[in-house]
């Protein structure tokens, strides 16, 4: 029995995509190699049916795949799926949005535990995201483009409010001194 306890052991495996110095382990390039001869496979496949559908082949002969790849005929004319929803890219644009309220002064500073206000870098972070909106427009999920839409939305209001109030307590700061 103490035998058995002996031979037994448990396995490491390092699952990082880099080794100490910054490089791509080789382990991680062989992967990507692999993922994207998947993605070529799958891509040559999608496309022979496409071809076979073109061809002349009736719905009823093609191979499933084909018909799924085939878009309804009230469809656009892109025969690209849509994209599907990114918990990365809702990440991303909850980090930007995070960042410009607290700038906008919505949220508290960790170190103070008041509010504080930046303008300028209120603004350059809804400039992001609207730079991000125009840059991945119609390469979006339709929850991600939506996502990006409420938040600017929401960002644009109330920096266009933070900074109606700044410049009326300024405006009003010269009258008090007098």
């Known amino acids: 029995m103490a035998d058995q306890k002996q031979d037994e052991s448990f396995r490491v495996v390092d699952r990082r995509h880099f080794t100490a110095e910054g490089e791509l382990r080789k382990e991680a390039l ?24 073109s061809k002349g082949a009736t719905a ?43 700038r906008l002064g919505m949220l508290p500073d960790p170190r103070t535990g008041q509010g504080y206000l930046d303008l300028e870098g209120a603004n350059e972070l809804i400039e992001m995201l609207d730079a991000l909106l125009e840059k ?18 929401s960002l644009k209001l109330s920096y266009l409010e933070m900074t109606k109030a700044a410049s009326k307590a300024l405006s009003e700061e010269p009258k008090r001194k007098a």
């Open 30 to 53: 062989e992967q990507e190699r692999q993922d994207a001869i998947e993605e070529e496979k799958k891509a040559a496949k999608t496309a022979s049916a496409t071809e076979t559908l």
């Open 60 to 102: 009823a002969e093609a191979p499933p795949a084909a018909k799924a790849a085939t878009p309804a005929p009230d469809s656009a004319a892109s025969t690209t799926p849509a994209p599907a929803a990114s918990r990365g890219f809702q990440i991303l644009v909850d980090f930007l949005a995070g960042n410009a309220a607290a």
């Open 136 to 153: 991945t427009r119609g390469n979006l999920a339709h929850e991600d483009e939506q996502l990006l839409l409420e938040v600017l939305r």
